[in-house]
């Protein structure tokens, strides 16, 4: 299977801006390789004031990428160049993007005020791209784990804020274009930076993103009898892997998947563009059980999917704020978030005790594994 990144895909894109608009500027602290946005060397040079050396990337006092390892100086400069009415995007690891939480907040208060005023031109987007996340810091540990800034976002009731999470680099493409052309908002854009699957071609990727969420009909059946859903890349593909697992085990129970693409204040979708009840209907069903795997802090989703639909139907996993240094699916297992966990759930529904028993030996041997060998059993 041919594997794609995200990240590299928004280098890109980014690259093509910086090519075709002289006023955008790229924020970074001091992670653009890193991140895998690290293209965009080839078309513009980094802002540096002091004497060149030989190992330095492309350099210029005149550059627009802007490196620093102050996240609150970034976003403050970031935020007057937006006020100019030029657009810019910020990058940086997950875990960090909290840092700038107080001034992102202000802003948000600044963007609802500016547009109550009739002479304020509308303002380009503060666009933030969280690569390097939760899921995958199998160096860095704990300490860069933290999905919080979501939360965070999604609780403001100002309804000037999306997160965004495309499941492949043709989605992110997607969500690189809607980032770059929004105004008076909040875009909070999540991917992985590994290569991974790609699941959708350019016309579905828009569709998806259109309608905040979409059954993926390929691997769903008709008339199902659990709703499956995820949110975020790395938890969709758990989820996928959930349901090859419980096709096996299970091969009665008819499953649906559903990818969530956008979230904003109390709704799936868009700040302009929220799912209704009779579309949340059509996908989730009236009364079906409903499992799903979040990105982030499982109460952030559970509390917007209670927006539409009675808490008991509800099971959602997510990041537990576990962690370490640790093997990628390790950290799925300690966050009760991985494929085996998923299927427990339904084990646990149809009331099989032995499939529950099984899976939680399977676990507990990636676990053991995992200390041992430092990989992964389960890929």
């Known amino acids: 299977m041919s594997l794609y990144s995200p990240a590299k895909?928004?280098?890109?894109?980014?690259t093509e801006e910086f090519k075709k608009n002289p006023h955008f500027y790229f924020f970074s602290p001091d992670?653009?390789?890193?991140?895998k946005f690290d293209e965009i060397f080839e078309t513009e040079k980094r802002a540096w004031g002091l004497t060149q050396k030989t190992w330095d990337l492309p350099e210029s006092e005149n550059g627009r990428i802007i490196e620093m390892l102050s996240e609150n100086v970034l976003f403050s400069v970031m935020t007057g160049?937006?006020?100019n009415g030029e657009p810019a995007m910020m990058g940086s690891y997950e875990a960090f993007f909290p840092i700038i939480t107080a001034q992102l907040l202000q802003q948000i208060k600044f963007i609802k005020q500016s547009k109550e005023v009739d002479w304020r031109a509308p303002m380009p987007a503060v666009n933030l791209l969280s690569t390097s996340t939760c899921w995958r810091q199998d160096h860095n540990g704990y300490t860069h784990q933290s999905p919080a800034l979501i939360s965070t976002l999604l609780s403001s009731p100002s309804n000037l804020a999306n997160c965004i999470f495309p499941i492949d680099d043709i989605a992110a493409e997607v969500a690189y274009n809607f980032m770059i052309n929004s105004k008076d908002v909040v875009n909070l854009t999540t991917f992985n930076k590994i290569e991974e699957p790609r699941y959708l071609n350019s016309k579905k990727a828009l569709e998806e993103f259109e309608n905040g969420a979409m059954i993926y009909d390929p691997i769903s059946d008709l008339e199902p009898d659990i709703v499956f859903a995820a949110a975020g890349d790395i938890v969709a593909k758990e989820t996928m892997e959930a349901m090859k697992i419980l096709k096996e085990d299970l091969?009665?129970?008819?499953?649906?998947?559903?990818?969530?693409?956008?979230l904003s204040y109390r709704a799936i979708?868009?700040?302009?563009?929220?799912?209704?009840?009779?579309?949340?209907?059509?996908?989730f069903t009236a009364d079906k059980p409903i499992i799903a795997n979040f990105h982030g802090y499982p109460e952030t989703l559970e509390n917007i999917l209670e927006n539409y639909t009675a808490r008991g139907r509800l099971r959602v996993h997510g990041f537990n704020e576990e962690g370490s240094t640790t093997t990628p699916f390790e950290m799925l297992r300690r966050n009760a978030a991985s494929r085996?966990?998923?299927a427990t759930d339904i084990a646990k529904l149809y009331e099989?005790?032995?499939l529950v028993i099984k899976y939680q030996e399977i676990l507990a041997k990636n676990h053991a594994h995992a200390i041992e060998y430092g990989e992964d059993m389960i890929k």
């Open 9 to 14: 895909k928004i280098g890109q894109l980014l």
């Open 31 to 35: 992670e653009t390789t890193s991140n």
């Open 81 to 83: 160049h937006l006020m």
């Open 251 to 262: 091969p009665e129970v008819r499953i649906r998947f559903i990818y969530i693409n956008s």
């Open 269 to 283: 979708g868009t700040t302009e563009n929220k799912l209704s009840m009779k579309e949340f209907m059509d996908l």
């Open 340 to 342: 085996y966990d998923i």
């Open 352 to 354: 099989r005790d032995d």
